[in-house]
């Protein structure tokens, strides 16, 4: 059984981000969220934004009751070890679209020679 003591790290956290399996990280802390869902009076899409990620600054933003808060304990299990989980460490760390900017790149070369090719051989025609 998981208790306070066990502590998770963001890419662990950030796998339980579906609707039947949620966590999400409040201050440090860890919670298995995924029973709270249809009970939560703020509504489960609010939650489901925040699956596996560090909702802190949303839960708090929000101005929760001190019940609220006291209901956090429920759902506890576990410490946050290291950096929290943001919704970019659920990504791809690999940059989108790189081979294309590559494939891009060669192609403006692939122009670039003929053309100047093109200019040397009008300049020769012109001027020999
Ligand atoms: C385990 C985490 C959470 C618990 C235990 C919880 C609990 C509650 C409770 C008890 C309420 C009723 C009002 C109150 O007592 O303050 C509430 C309302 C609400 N919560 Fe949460 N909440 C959680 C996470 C979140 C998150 C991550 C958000 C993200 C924005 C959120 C947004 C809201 C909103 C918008 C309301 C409605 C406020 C209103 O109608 O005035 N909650 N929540």
Do not use: C
């Not at 209901?71 to 460490?89: N, Q, R, V």
Request: charged letters at 25%; aromatic letters at 8%; hydrophobic letters at 35%.
């Amino acid at each position: 059984m998981s208790t306070d003591t066990t502590t998770y790290r963001a890419a662990e956290i950030s796998k339980h981000n579906e609707r039947s399996d949620i966590w999400i990280v409040i201050n440090g802390h860890v919670y298995d969220v995924t029973g709270f869902l249809d009970e939560h009076p703020g509504g489960e899409e609010v939650i489901l934004e925040h699956a596996g990620i560090d909702a802190s600054e949303a839960f708090e933003d929000i101005g929760h009751s001190e019940d609220a808060h006291d209901m956090l304990k429920e759902y506890l299990i576990g410490k946050l070890e290291g950096a929290p989980p943001t919704a970019a460490s659920q990504t791809k760390t690999q940059p989108e679209h790189s081979h294309l900017r590559n494939k891009q790149n060669s192609t403006s070369w692939g122009l670039l020679v003929p053309l100047a090719f093109a200019v040397v051989l009008i300049a020769y025609k012109l001027y020999a």
